[in-house]
T-cell receptor, first 115, second 116 residues
Framework: KQEVTQIPAALSVPEGENLVLNCSFT??????LQWFRQDPGKGLTSLLL?????REQTSGRLNASLDKSSGRSTLYIAASQPGDSATYLC??????????????FGAGTQVVVTP | DGGITQSPKYLFRKEGQNVTLSCEQN?????MYWYRQDPGQGLRLIYY???????QKGDIAEGYSVSREKKESFPLTVTSAQKNPTAFYLC???????????????FGEGSRLTVL
């Protein structure tokens, strides 16, 4: 079964600093990997989707890299803002017949950006 | 606007009662999912459906039931057999995933169930 670990569990930075969030997974046979943001009491908002054939994906201040062979993905957030405060979750999607369609979620990294 | 609508947002249940959480999507997605989220834990998959009239158990299906009679709707019933139902429930859907693109998962705003 896919195991997903996100490090660190919590992170506090002053505004303007760059954020680096790590995600590791045990089964490299993935179809894609998705990064989400969750605000307290809310649903998940999709940030970036990286296909298994891609090495990275960018959207504005966000950049996500994927090293499938080593089971790692990293989310970079440039020039952090207080509005970036949220919990960030990664979820690789299974690529085998048995695991198809199932996303396995990490517990998330809780980020606080102080003004 | 296209999206996923979950209702109710908050629900209180007495022990021994069944409750049904609604999930409706207008994204024309085939696949729909139900997840449960507990404090400090990642999301856990309850049930999923890849097509109308078909669904599969996820990792924690015991005490739950679903139906998929319409493409747009995937209601979840929390039965009295679920021993610890207090949690935040999230519904999601995604379109077809073709090689190299697609498969992005979208979520509703969630339903918080509290057992009194």
């Amino acid at each position: 079964k896919q195991e997903v670990t996100q490090i660190p569990a919590a992170l506090s930075v002053p505004e303007g600093e760059n954020l680096v969030l790590n995600c590791s997974f045990t089964d490299s046979a993935i179809y894609n990997l998705q990064w989400f943001r969750q605000d307290p009491g809310k649903g998940l908002t999709s940030l970036l989707l990286i296909q298994s054939s891609q090495r990275e994906q960018t959207s504005g201040r966000l950049n996500a890299s994927l090293d499938k062979s080593s089971g790692r993905s990293t989310l970079y957030i440039a020039a952090s803002q207080p509005g970036d405060s949220a919990t960030y979750l990664c979820a690789p999607r299974g690529g085998t017949t048995d695991s198809w369609g199932k996303l396995q979620f990490g517990a998330g990294t809780q980020v606080v950006v102080t003004p | 606007d296209g999206g996923i609508t979950q209702s109710p947002k908050y629900l209180f249940r007495k022990e021994g009662q069944n409750v049904t959480l609604s999930c409706e999507q207008n994204l024309n997605h085939d696949a729909m999912y139900w997840y449960r989220q507990d404090p400090g834990q990642g999301l856990r998959l309850i049930y999923y459906s890849q097509i109308v009239n078909d669904f599969q158990k996820g990792d924690i299906a015991e005490g739950y039931s679903v139906s998929r009679e319409k493409k747009e709707s995937f209601p979840l019933t929390v039965t009295s057999a679920q021993k610890n139902p207090t949690a935040f429930y999230l519904c999601a859907s995604n379109g077809p995933g073709t090689r190299g693109k697609g498969g992005e998962l979208f979520f509703g705003e969630g339903s918080r169930l509290t057992v009194l």
